[in-house]
């Protein structure tokens, strides 16, 4: 199930068959066909990722492959995923897998519990590619258990691709992007879910401390990040709960996604 070293031979071969698809609709699914001679993946989601929208799914596009969790993702606990903040906070094009992104706390979170989980993934690994000032795309490629993380070589497969998949990607958005946009959700930007959450039940700095704890980091990394102790994010965490008649994260995250229908809605 792991692969090889690519072929130089082939791989220019395989591109020149993806530059054919560049404005037609299929180019996802060829590029879909392309990526697996490069890199063994048990799934696979290519998303834009607009500042003023939700996430828009580019591919797959029959609904039969889009499953509760998907669906959710997409709707609402986008906002809290990992890539989606790594891409709001400016990173690169490149490379990269969840888990050089993911808080140190990720798999604690109730969107790793009930949401990510769910997919079933032993390794992540996603290809992102800035196409305009507002826009990134993002084909994230996943592995399951059975065939475990993703070799080295198939690591460097897709390194030695990526300059040629970034630039195919660019000009597939230059064509085809209105195509996807058109039929995009017009609400749902939430870009000030997080900052609105609670306000004016909890201090400025428990917002801020609800926020990290929500994405996926531990007291220790938010004591970090804040150069504040760890005792002192413990006392904040014992606030919120109180404030909002919590006591576990769970309900927490239930509030947090009925507050994002009500953003939904304004």
């Not at 706390?105 to 000032?133: M, P």
């Not at 007291?219 to 804040?226: G, M």
């Amino acid at each position: 199930m792991h692969k090889t070293q690519v072929d130089t031979s082939s791989l220019i071969k395989d591109l020149a068959v993806l530059t054919t698809h560049l404005r037609v609709h299929s180019f996802p699914v060829v590029m879909e066909s392309f990526l697996s001679n490069l890199c063994y993946f048990d799934t696979i989601l290519m998303v834009s990722y607009k500042k003023s929208l939700r996430p828009v799914l580019i591919h797959p596009l029959d609904p039969a492959e889009h499953s509760p969790s998907l669906k959710l993702y997409l709707n609402k606990a986008y906002i809290i995923d990992p890539l989606f903040n790594s891409i709001q906070n400016g990173i690169n094009s490149g490379i990269c897998r969840l888990v050089d992104i993911a808080p140190d706390s990720f798999e604690e979170t109730e969107y790793f519990q009930t949401c990510y989980k769910k997919f079933d993934l032993v390794d992540e690994i996603n290809l992102i590619v800035s196409v305009d000032q507002s826009t990134t795309l993002a084909i994230t490629l996943g592995r399951k258990k059975v065939v475990g993380s993703i070799r080295r070589t198939e690591l460097n497969n897709l390194k030695t691709a990526f300059p040629m998949i970034e630039a195919l990607i660019g000009q597939f958005w230059l064509a085809q992007a209105r195509d996807y946009l058109d039929q995009a959700p017009k609400k749902g930007a939430l870009k000030h879910a997080l900052k609105t959450f609670a306000r004016g039940v909890l201090t400025a700095r428990e917002q801020e401390i609800l926020g990290l704890i929500l994405r996926g980091h531990s007291s220790k990394a938010i004591a970090d990040l804040l150069s504040i102790s760890a005792g002192t994010v413990k006392v904040h965490r014992k606030n919120i709960h109180a404030r909002l008649n919590t006591s576990t994260q769970s309900e927490i995250f239930t509030l947090f996604l009925n507050h994002l229908d009500d953003v939904d809605n304004t």
